[in-house]
């Protein structure tokens, strides 16, 4: 993890070659050299695991695997492409659908976040955990705009700024630099599955807005809205939408 997110940086800030996929999506050559450089070192050291990157063509067969590795080179890739520091590298080991071990690291702040099924969640190798208690204040609350009003229902507040990568800002919530953070719809297995462990490891809770469980490594990696914050106050969140302020 940390020889790609070197590698990224290296790149970071120089005239790389970028185009778009797909409708809107970003890519660089960075993030094809660091995905390239993650398949060579993690897939021969585990010959027997599938693999799902954001950068490699899809393998059905990882269906079949019992274990699979699932990868975003760089998360953030417009910020990166911008000269801004919210981007991150990430990978997830999944095993029969739910994270088992997860790293996520931001080489630009050298922040390495890394959690273990049961083991807890450190940044730079010191344990922490997600803010305590159910209260909110909106400026530790980071996701898109329509979401987070209808979380203040009638409030008037000031949104958090913007996190590029989706990674990142939920991680924010597992180091308890937020109090939650929201996923809007189509987010992929790779932006979601190192942070999940991560934010669940740090005594946090990460589900869909409904408080169904998310599940990684299926034919459709596709995935709605989720919200992740300490365990309490995520119980509150999902209860006010279930209420009936869900979108």
Request: with cysteine; proline share 4%.
């Amino acid at each position: 993890m940390r020889e790609a997110g070197q590698l990224a940086l290296s790149m970071f800030g120089t005239d790389v070659r970028n185009w778009i996929k797909g409708a809107s999506s970003p890519v660089s050559e960075a993030d094809m050299a660091t995905n390239e450089l993650l398949e060579r070192r993690l897939r021969p050291a585990r010959p027997d695991y599938g693999w799902l990157s954001e950068e490699s063509a899809d393998d059905q067969a990882r269906l079949s695997k019992r274990r699979v590795w699932i990868v975003d080179p760089i998360d953030g890739t417009r910020s990166y492409l911008a000269g801004r520091s919210d981007w991150c590298v990430s990978v997830a080991l999944v095993e029969d659908a739910a994270p088992i071990l997860a790293a996520v690291f931001v080489p630009v702040s050298d922040e390495f976040f890394f959690a273990a099924r049961g083991q807890g969640t450190t940044l730079n190798g010191v344990k922490v955990r997600a803010a305590s208690g159910t209260a909110l204040d909106f400026l530790r609350v980071a996701g898109p705009k329509p979401l987070v009003e209808r979380l203040a229902s009638s409030k008037e507040i000031t949104l958090h700024p913007r996190i590029g990568s989706l990674a990142l800002r939920l991680c924010r919530v597992a180091h308890g630099a937020l109090d939650a953070a929201f996923a809007g719809g189509q987010s992929r297995d790779w932006d979601l599955a190192a942070a999940h462990l991560i934010v669940q490891e740090a005594d946090g809770s990460m589900t869909a807005l409904s408080g169904d469980t998310i599940r990684y490594n299926r034919p459709d990696v596709v995935h709605g809205i989720l919200v992740a914050a300490g365990r309490d106050r995520h119980a509150d969140i999902v209860t006010h939408f279930r209420a009936g302020s869900q979108p």
